[in-house]
C-alpha cells in the first residue's frame, strides 16, 4: 500500500478510529495488525520472509543480553547479521552476482550458465534490514535493552508510517514509544496533517510532475536537444530528492497523529556548499546508519590518512549497492564517495558553521551532484555515458523527430522550470530568512489545465502576507535549518 493512493485515504481513519481508544497493549497489537495488512497489500506471502528475520534478531538480542561471554556474544551477533542478510541478498543482489558471474565466464572463454531467481523484492525489504540489523548491534554493544515482548519489537520492525521508505529508525528513538500509551492530542493531528500535506504535495505534484521532464531526456537522449537533456537532469536530480523526501516527510506525519516522533531525514539537501555537507543534509537517517554501523567499525577517520580515505570510499559503494542490485548504483556511490576524498585531499571544510552562504559553492557542488545523478537514473553504464555524450554534442534546436514524440508539452517545461526554481527559492529562504517565510508566505492552491497530465490536478505558489504567522513550509516541524552533526 502507497501514501499516495486512495486505499490508504480510506485505511488511515480506520485505523485512528480504533486506535485511540486502546490502552497501551491494545494500540501496539492493533498497529501491528494493520502494518500486517499494510505489508501484505500487494504480495501477502512475503510477511513470512518477514517474520523469519523478525524472530532471528528477537532471539539474537535476548541471547546477547543474556550471555557473558564476549566470544558468545560476538557469535550471537554474526549470526544474526549473516541471516538477516542472506535475505537481503537473495531477493535483492543473487540475480545481479548471477549474471556478473557470467559475463565475466564468457569473457574468459568458460561455458558457464547461470541461473537467476526473478523473485520481485518484497516492499521496503532494505529498509527493514537495516533497522532490525541496528537493533542486535546496539543490544551487543549495550547502548539498548533487549526487547522481550515480540509483538512490540515486531511492531518495531513492521511500523507502518516508516515501513516502506524510512527513515530508519534506532532502536533507542522509537522502540520505549511503543511502551507508552497514546492519546488524541488536536495539536498533533493538525501538525502531522499538515507534514502530510507537505509530503503530498512534493511527491505528487513535483516529483511526479518532474518526472515527466525527467523521462524525456533519458528515454530520448538520442533525439532531444542540449537544452532538454540539461532540464531533464536537473529535473530529475529534484524528482528524486521531492519522491523520498515528501514520502519521509508523509510517513514523519503520519507517526506524529498516532503518537510517535520519527527524526528528521532531509534538511534542504541542495544548499550544501560541498558534497560531504550534502550528506549530512540527505537521507540523514541512511547516512548516519552506513556512518555508525559500517564506516566507523572501518576505523572512520581514526587511522592513517590512505586509510581513512579507503574506509569512506568503501561505504560509499556499499551505500550504492544498498540503493539497487546494478553497476550504475555503485557508480554512483563510488562517484559521491571520491568526491568526499577529493574535499578532504585539498581540506575543504564540509560543514558551514560560522560561514555565509555562497550561491557559488552551492551551484558548483549540485553540478558534482547532477554527475552522480545520470547514473542512479541510467538503466546501464552504456546509456549513461551515451546521456554525457549526447550533452556534449546534441544541437541546441530539437529535431523534427524530437519534435513529433510529443513527449512533453512547451508549457510542462515551463511548468517544470517554474517548480525547480520556486523550490529552491523557498527552501533558500526557509534556512537563511526563516522568519521571511513564516511571516509572509501564503500558499494558494490552484487549478492546473487539464491537459497537463496531472493525478492531482493542482499546486501551489507562495506571495502575500498570512497571518496567523505560519507558512506551508513551515507545517513540517521537522524542517529545521540546523545542520546534524
Given amino acids: ?89 537473495a531477493f535483492k543482489y543473487f540475480d545481479f ?32 534490514t537495516f533497522q532490525s540489523l541496528s537493533y542486535v548491534v546496539e543490544v551487543y554493544r549495550g547502548n539498548q535493552k533487549a526487547e522481550r515482548h515480540f509483538p512490540t519489537y515486531f511492531l518495531y520492525v513492521m511500523f507502518f508510517p516508516q515501513l516502506v521508505a524510512g527513515p530508519i529508525e534506532r532502536p533507542q ?49 538520442d533525439l532531444a536537444p542540449r537544452p532538454v537533456l540539461f532540464l531533464s537532469l536537473v529535473a530529475f536530480a529534484f524528482q528524486i530528492y521531492c519522491d523520498f523526501a515528501g514520502y519521509s516527510t508523509i510517513a514523519i506525519g503520519t507517526a506524529r497523529i498516532l503518537g510517535f516522533d520519527l527524526m528528521v531525514n532531509f534538511k534542504h539537501p541542495y544548499l550544501s556548499m560541498s558534497v560531504g555537507e550534502m550528506w549530512r543534509r540527505w537521507h540523514i537517517s541512511l547516512s548516519t546508519w552506513f556512518r555508525d554501523y559500517v564506516y566507523l567499525p572501518l576505523g572512520g577517520s581514526r587511522c592513517g590518512r590512505i586509510r581513512w580515505q579507503t574506509n569512506l570510499l568503501v561505504t ?36 558551514t558553521k560560522g560561514e555565509g552562504f555562497s550561491p557559488v559553492r552551492v551551484f558548483f557542488t549540485f553540478c558534482l551532484l547532477c554527475v552522480t545523478w545520470v547514473f542512479f537514473r541510467a538503466r546501464t553504464v552504456e546509456q549513461a555515458f551515451e546521456f554525457f555524450h549526447r550533452m556534449a554534442t546534441a544541437p541546441m534546436i530539437g529535431t523534427i523527430e524530437f519534435l513529433n514524440l510529443k513527449a512533453v508539452s512547451t508549457l510542462n517545461l515551463v511548468l517544470g522550470m517554474f517548480l525547480i526554481l520556486a523550490l529552491w527559492i523557498i527552501e533558500w529562504a526557509k534556512e537563511y530568512w526563516p522568519r521571511l517565510i513564516s511571516e509572509h508566505a501564503l500558499v494558494y492552491w490552484i487549478p492546473l489545465p487539464s491537459g497537463l497530465n496531472s493525478s492531482s490536478g493542482s499546486f501551489a505558489i507562495g506571495c502575500g502576507r498570512w497571518s496567523p504567522a505560519t507558512s506551508f513550509w513551515d507545517l513540517a516541524p521537522g524542517h529545521s535549518s540546523a545542520l546534524q552533526e
Fill in 316 to 351: 560509499f559503494l556499499l551505500s550504492g549497492l544498498w540503493h539497487g542490485a546494478n553497476w550504475t548504483y555503485l557508480i554512483w556511490g563510488g562517484l559521491n564517495g571520491l568526491f568526499i576524498v577529493a574535499e578532504n585531499l585539498v581540506g575543504r571544510k564540509v560543514s
Fill in 173 to 221: 528513538n522509537l522502540l520505549h514509544q511503543f511502551h507508552e500509551k497514546h492519546r488524541f492530542d488536536v495539536d498533533r493531528t493538525v501538525s502531522g496533517l499538515k507534514q502530510i500535506v507537505v509530503g503530498l504535495f512534493m511527491k505528487v505534484v513535483i516529483a511526479d510532475r518532474l518526472a515527466m521532464i525527467a523521462n524525456v531526456g533519458f528515454d530520448h537522449a
Fill in 97 to 128: 552476482f548471477q549474471s556478473n558471474v557470467e559475463m565475466l565466464a564468457r569473457t574468459i572463454g568458460w561455458n558457464y550458465s547461470s541461473s537467476t531467481l526473478n523473485m520481485i523484492l518484497p516492499v521496503g525489504l532494505s529498509f527493514h
Fill in 1 to 89: 500500500m502507497l501514501f499516495n493512493s486512495l486505499a490508504f485515504v480510506a485505511f488511515f481513519p480506520i485505523v485512528l478510529a480504533v486506535y485511540f481508544p486502546l490502552k497501551q497493549q491494545g494500540q501496539v497489537l492493533w498497529l501491528l495488525l494493520v502494518s500486517c495488512v499494510f505489508y501484505m497489500w500487494l504480495i501477502p506471502n512475503y510477511i513470512l520472509i518477514l517474520i523469519l528475520t523478525v524472530l532471528v534478531d528477537f532471539f539474537a538480542g535476548i541471547l546477547i543480553e543474556n550471555s557473558t561471554s564476549d566470544r558468545r556474544r560476538k557469535g550471537i551477533l554474526i549470526v544474526s547479521i549473516v541471516s538477516t542478510c542472506l535475505i537481503l541478498i
